[in-house]
T-cell receptor
Framework: DAMVIQNPRYQVTQFGKPVTLSCSQT?????MYWYQQKSSQAPKLLFH???????NEADTPDNFQSRRPNTSFCFLDIRSPGLGDAAMYLC????????????FGPGTRLTVL | TQLLEQSPQFLSIQEGENLTVYCNSS?????LQWYRQEPGEGPVLLVT?????EVKKLKRLTFQFGDARKDSSLHITAAQPGDTGLYLC?????????????FGQGTILTVHP
């Protein structure tokens, strides 16, 4: 089945220790998004890639970076995680034939100690 | 300012009851999506509505898009404990080219047996 996969599902890191979350998709969608979601709140868009073009949201901290080496993979790098960065991180994709619909992965729950 | 106001934020009902969740805006959306999210998982797309006045049914769930495409509702008939979760409405504002979603605050639904 075509899908959005996120690894790991649970990640524990230490305060200030860099961490990378990964997302892969078999949908061949050209747009990939990274969201941060805190407990029972709506997801907050951090940035997205339209093909290889990177688009940062204005209020995304510099601490968050992203890489998309190819269509299938996208990474979220947190350079120096703080306690406030503990959250669920969601990857989503959408396709040029219908940008209205986004398909989400299962998420990575990040804990910062 | 919240572009998409979702209400109620919390809903606790007994099995068999009906409920309606609302999403309202002063802005026009080219489409509106409803997602359901279970704890520890990513949002799952339930439906997309794109035409003003459109009504879509998914088993016991009925989705409506307002005539002016500024509001939407989700109605669940005879709720079951399996309907428990976070319900999110999300819209694509008119004129957006790549499908950036504007989320409502979410509705946490608990259905008690």
């Amino acid at each position: 089945d075509a899908m959005v996969i996120q690894n790991p599902r649970y990640q524990v890191t230490q305060f200030g220790k860099p961490v990378t979350l990964s997302c892969s998709q078999t949908l061949n969608h050209n747009v990939m998004y990274w969201y941060q979601q805190k407990s029972s709140q709506a997801p907050k868009l951090l940035f997205h890639y339209y093909d290889k073009d990177f688009n940062n949201e204005a209020d995304t901290p510099d601490n968050f970076q992203s890489r998309r080496p190819n269509t299938s993979f996208c990474f979220l790098d947190i350079r120096s995680p703080g306690l406030g960065d503990a959250a669920m991180y969601l990857c989503a994709t959408s396709d040029r034939r219908d940008y209205n619909e986004q398909f989400f992965g299962p998420g990575t729950r990040l804990t910062v100690l | 300012t919240q572009l998409l106001e979702q209400s109620p934020q919390f809903l606790s009902i007994q099995e068999g009851e009906n409920l309606t969740v609302y999403c309202n805006s002063s802005s026009v959306f080219s489409s509106l999506q409803w997602y359901r999210q279970e704890p520890g998982e990513g949002p799952v797309l339930l439906v997309t509505v794109v035409t003003g006045g459109e009504v879509k049914k998914l088993k016991r769930l009925t989705f409506q898009f307002g005539d002016a495409r500024k509001d939407s509702s989700l109605h669940i008939t005879a709720a079951q404990p399996g309907d428990t979760g976070l319900y999110l409405c999300a819209g694509v504002l008119g004129g957006t080219s790549y499908g950036k979603l504007t989320f409502g605050q979410g509705t946490i639904l608990t259905v008690h047996p």
